[in-house]
């Protein structure tokens, strides 16, 4: 089996092979980067509360799951053959799983990549805590700069742990967040961005829905819809950055999505049209009953992997099975002072997604590190 993306489907993926399958089955996983990190770290190292790198854990780590690990980046993918190259390496199996993800894509809007930081990569972590450990006023913009972007709660909850940080410090400095789409979460309606506004709102953190961008200058951002006036852009001594994502392109290239789009894939058995060719995660496109795109999101892909697995591993055996995905998953959002709210539900249901958000507590904290604490041990062990 050949699993393309080390990052919360493929490693699911090739876990649960392993799983089922024990050494029958020969698993090998590519990606380019070497450790695998949970997103929201991302955010905890920004606001200083720990190293990204206590939540790091080394691909390589599967080996002792059976499964090799190949460190290289994918060139091209010939789907029909259920093969890719790797640095100029053919790799064929009998089925392909296609995990890459969604690519950050700052180019896309001029002047984001000179002007902003990327909040969403490793490579922004670093110059973003500086950024904010030395805010004593002014302000700072986190702005979500396209749609569909992972884990839409993400950027609202790096505001509210911002906002607590400035605070502790005795910072003077306002945040303010925007967001292209209508509301802050639209997957949950009216009464659930009510909810997640007032909560911005009583923290003193400013928001504005509808909020497209044109370009980047020094501090400030640019409006789209042209001929504004300058009043109506907006400043920033600091801007925080959700860049646009897209498909990687040598997805698109396989033909496995259009330009501009995502892997169409049957969303309760995550076939592509390929036989035995899957693709899981942010690479993909789903829709949800209500014509809303199911979010992205690392518990979504960890699911999809599960369920990936287990019809790779009847077909393997000669069976064949019936495991779907229902679209289960969950999101957290800190809401300060050692709280979380869950964005969580069966986004597939049926006549109508079935998603709450839950109010905040401390339980819902630890569940979070529940959450990441037991996918780190099962796929990795307990190696750092
Ligand atoms: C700040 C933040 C907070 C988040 N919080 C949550 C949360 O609370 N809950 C939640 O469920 N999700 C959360 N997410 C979202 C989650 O991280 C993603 O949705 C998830 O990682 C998607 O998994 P995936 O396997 O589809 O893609 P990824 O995990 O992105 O993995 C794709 C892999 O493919 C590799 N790759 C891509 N192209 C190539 C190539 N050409 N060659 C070699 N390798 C390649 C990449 O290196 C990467 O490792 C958060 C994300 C961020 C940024």
Redesign the pocket.
Known sequence: MLI???????VSTAHHLHRLLGAEVDITL????THFV???R??MAVVGREPLETGMRPLEALASQGVRVVR???ESIDAAAHAAVVDGQRIEADALVV?????LVPGAIPGLAENAIN??STDGVGPAADALASLQSGSLLIGIFGAPY??PP?PYE?AILCKDALNARGSSASITVFTPQPGSLPVLGQAGCDVIEGRLAGQGIGFRASTKIERVEAGRVVLAGGGLPLEDDIAFDVLFAVPPHRC?P?VVDAGLAQQGGWVKINPRTLETNHEDVYA????TAVMMATGQPMP??????DNEGRVVAERLAAKFQGKTSDAQFDGT????LETGSGEAMVVRGTFLAEPAPDIELTPPSKEHLEE?SVFERERLDAWFGTTR
């Open positions: 393309l993306g080390g990052g919360f489907g493929g590519v990606d380019r980067r949970m997103g929201f991302k955010t290289g980046t994918i995990a890459l993800g969604a690519d909040v969403y992972k884990c993400a790096l990687p040598v899981i995660g942010d690479v992205k999101a690392g518990a979504f892909a998953g969950a999101c957290f979070k």
